[in-house]
T-cell receptor
Framework: DTGVSQNPRHKITKRGQNVTFRCDPI?????LYWYRQTLGQGPEFLTY????????KSRLLSDRFSAERPKGSFSTLEIQRTEQGDSAMYLC?????????????FGQGTRLTVV | AQKVTQAQTEISVVEKEDVTLDCVYE???????LFWYKQPPSGELVFLIR??????QNEISGRYSWNFQKSTSSFNFTITASQVVDSAVYFCALSEAHHQAGTALIFGKGTTLSVSS
């Protein structure tokens, strides 16, 4: 199965450390999204890529967060100088660029715990 | 402003009961899309249905049915004869056609459904 793959599945880090997550979307999906989900909440949009271009960033994405999709395939999300408030599930999704009404396919997420 | 409200935080039913999950949305767009996703304990969001704003036809898929009413800005989801495997968190979501970010979704807070045997 070539669904959306995220690594690692779990990450525990000390406050102040940098972490990087990887997302491999469904092949041939041009659109890639990052979301963040905290306990008891729905996912919140962070950023969006169309191929390698980062077209939109949410105001939730502080300067400590950076995302890349260098060759329009996999993407990485880096958090610098992690804070306890960054503890959350980070979800990646992809969709084909065939219009605004196509569903996004989600990965299983990376659960980050900052201690 | 766009918003999705799922007023029911938790619902508990016994197997074979019917259950309806409510979703109310707000948008200024005339073209928009509504979605339901299921999130089982494993964490992966599973797509259930998509509806566009011009299609108010209700839909039935097996034990699942959806009622879309633009007049009340609601997109409710009914599970008939619920089963234990239906236990999960269910999210309603909205995307707007004009949104630059493709199909970036605005999610409600989710409804946790617990089905006991």
């Amino acid at each position: 199965d070539t669904g959306v793959s995220q690594n690692p599945r779990h990450k525990i880090t000390k406050r102040g450390q940098n972490v990087t997550f990887r997302c491999d979307p469904i092949s041939e999906h041009n659109r890639l999204y990052w979301y963040r989900q905290t306990l008891g909440q729905g996912p919140e949009f962070l950023t969006y890529f169309q191929n390698e271009a980062q077209l939109e960033k949410s105001r939730l994405l502080s300067d400590r967060f950076s995302a890349e999709r260098p060759k329009g395939s996999f993407s990485t999300l880096e958090i610098q100088r992690t804070e306890q408030g960054d503890s959350a599930m980070y979800l990646c999704a992809s969709s084909p660029s065939t219009g605004g009404d196509t569903e996004a396919f989600f990965g299983q997420g990376t659960r980050l715990t900052v201690v | 402003a766009q918003k999705v409200t799922q007023a029911q935080t938790e619902i508990s039913v016994v197997e074979k009961e019917d259950v309806t999950l409510d979703c109310v949305y707000e948008t200024r767009d005339t073209t928009y899309y509504l979605f339901w996703y299921k999130q089982p304990p494993s964490g992966e969001l599973v797509f259930l249905i998509r509806r566009n704003s011009f299609d108010e036809q209700n839909e039935i898929s097996g034990r699942y049915s959806w009622n879309f009413q633009k007049s009340t800005s609601s997109f409710n989801f009914t599970i008939t004869a619920s089963q234990v495997v239906d236990s999960a968190v269910y999210f309603c979501a909205l995307s707007e056609a004009h949104h630059q970010a493709g199909t970036a979704l605005i999610f409600g807070k989710g409804t946790t459904l617990s089905v006991s045997s």
